[in-house]
Every structure is written in structure tokens, then in C-alpha cells.
């Protein structure tokens, strides 16, 4: 059965990146059906970048606000549902897959698929979780485990790896997933966002499989260093809240966001300050009003 398939990207303000993975987009073999771009109202040369891009099957989406990762995704999801195609694969601005990477996913007839990451230097870089632990309390971080940290590198991988988690950086779905939990969560804005709908998924009895041969290239060395004081702090606080809030295996692991809290805002003064302690204190408030994920309709 040939299947069609949409790219999804999401870009603000990166040109310089966004040039280079659509031009890695534009060298796909098979190549894509449709390729959308969401521009979330970028102010660099983007729209320049999009419109002198020479990738068939490009549609530019240009955002009249910034709607952030999960806005952008969820957008661009919803029109690649829509146009009625089959597969929907998911990227950011700044990763490149390798030629074969799509078809390489395209012979597992999986529902849901994830491409493996390296970094410049062709190092592993696939942090996506393997175990995603909502049901114990006394575990701060719920990522317990990745394929970064399971295997030395990609040859050490079996073909393929099951996941709890997932980062929208070559997620690839089918149509009927969509159909089953909904599109992604525009709320969370950034961060979290991917982990949201992963867990949607596999509580939907979808299983995701990560594609040993399926490579894709991160053009910017992996960081998930943010700093907890500033804007980017507020939302790593209230979605993770959030996830918890929402799929927390038990009353000890929905009450845990409170317990952080606290500690965060006992240990300000020796690390992020007021800054931090407010970002927390208001992230634990506006998560409660995210206890509940989007209908599926």
C-alpha cells in the first residue's frame, strides 16, 4: 500500500536553520506529498527563506502571532489531517534527515514512529524517553530512562525500541491517530507538548517505536539547560505540572507538583531567587487549570 505523507514544521526565527533542513527536506528519497511550514510570526528573513525555498509540495502557514511550539504543531497537524493524508511527520527547524530517512520509516507499518537523532558530530542524541515513571512519588524527574543513555551508540540499538516518550523532532503518526486522541495541545505552548501527546497515544493502545536506521541530524548541539529564573523556566514548571496533574498513577504522584514547589521556593535564596520562586509559585497555580487533556473531537 503506498501511503501519503505530510512534513509538519515549526520555525520562529531560526532562517538560518530552517535553510538548511528544508534544503536536507529537499533531498528525500521517497519525497514527501506535502511539506507545511508554520511560520510563527518570525521577524528574522524567514518568509524570504520559504518563499526562495525550490522544495515541491511546499505550503508556507504564516501565523499572524507567535503560537509557540505547541501551537505551531497543533496547526499544522490539523491541516495535514484535513488535506486527508495518511502519514503526518513531525519536525523543528533545526534537525535534517538523511535521504533514506522517510522511506526507512515508510516500510514499518507502525501507527506510531519516531526517527533517531544524532548530533553534528554523529553522536547519539536521542533522549526520548524508554521509561516515563507517572506512578512513582519519589521520583523527581519522571524521564528515567532514554535511548541516550541505554545504548553507547546507534550500532548498539536493536532495529527498533519501544518508547514512552517522544519529542517532536520526527514523529511520525498516522491519520488514525489523530482520529483517536486529537491534535496537540496548543496550551502548553512549548515544552512538554510532545510528552502530552505521547501519553495520549499509548493510553490510546498505540504503541511508538523508535527506528534504529531511521537517522536525523540535529544542526545545534542538544541542550536542555534553561534557565529556571527566566520566561522558559515558568513553562518547564507548569507543564510538568501539568503531565502530572494529568496522568499522575496515583494521589501521591498528582500531589507531587505541590511538594516541588515547596522546595523550589525554600532553596531560592541559594539558587534561582525570587525569579525562580515566582515562575514556580505561578506555574503550580496555572497548571491546575490544565488537569484535563483536549477532546479527541
Avoid at 15 to 26: F, K, N, R, T
Avoid at 38 to 50: C, G, K, L, M, Q
Avoid at 198 to 219: M, S
Wanted: hydrophobic residues 45%.
Amino acid at each position: 500500500m503506498t501511503e501519503s505523507v505530510a512534513i509538519v514544521v515549526v520555525t520562529y526565527n531560526r532562517a538560518e536553520l530552517l535553510e538548511g533542513m528544508l534544503a536536507g527536506l529537499s533531498r528525500l528519497d521517497p519525497a514527501p506529498d506535502a511539506v507545511f511550514v508554520v511560520d510563527n510570526a518570525s521577524t528574522d528573513r524567514t518568509p524570504e527563506v520559504i518563499a526562495q525555498a525550490t522544495l515541491p509540495g511546499l505550503v508556507p502557514i504564516v501565523s499572524d502571532e507567535n503560537l509557540g511550539g505547541a501551537g505551531g504543531f497543533r496547526l499544522g497537524v490539523k491541516t495535514a489531517h484535513d488535506a486527508g493524508y495518511d502519514r503526518i511527520w513531525l519536525m523543528d527547524d533545526d534537525v535534517v534527515p538523511a535521504p533514506d530517512c522517510l522511506g526507512v520509516l515508510l516500510s514499518y507499518d507502525e501507527d506510531c514512529l519516531m526517527a533517531v537523532r544524532e548530533d553534528p558530530q554523529g553522536r547519539l542524541a536521542e533522549y526520548a524517553a524508554t521509561r516515563f515513571d507517572l506512578d512513582h512519588p519519589w521520583v523527581i524527574k519522571p524521564k528515567t530512562g532514554s535511548i541516550v543513555t541505554s545504548y553507547p551508540d546507534r550500532a548498539a540499538m536493536p532495529e527498533t525500541v519501544e518508547l514512552e516518550n517522544v519529542a517532536f523532532e520526527g514523529f511520525m503518526i498516522r491519520r488514525g491517530v489523530v482520529d483517536a486522541v486529537g491534535l496537540p495541545d496548543a496550551s502548553f505552548f512549548i515544552f512538554y507538548d510532545d510528552c502530552d501527546y505521547a501519553i495520549r497515544a499509548r493510553r490510546a493502545g498505540f504503541r511508538i517505536l523508535a527506528v534504529r536506521d531511521a537517522v536525523l541530524v540535529r544542526q545545534l548541539d542538544f541542550d536542555q539547560q534553561h534557565d529556571l529564573a527566566g520566561w522558559k523556566g515558568y513553562f518547564m514548571y507548569r507543564n510538568l505540572f501539568a503531565v502530572h496533574f494529568r496522568y499522575g498513577g496515583n494521589v501521591a504522584v498528582r500531589l507531587k507538583p505541590w511538594l516541588i514547589a515547596l522546595v523550589v521556593v525554600l532553596l531560592s535564596p541559594l539558587r534561582g531567587g525570587r525569579a525562580e520562586a515566582r515562575n514556580v509559585t505561578r506555574a503550580l497555580r496555572d497548571a491546575r487549570g490544565m488537569t484535563s487533556p483536549p477532546s479527541p473531537t
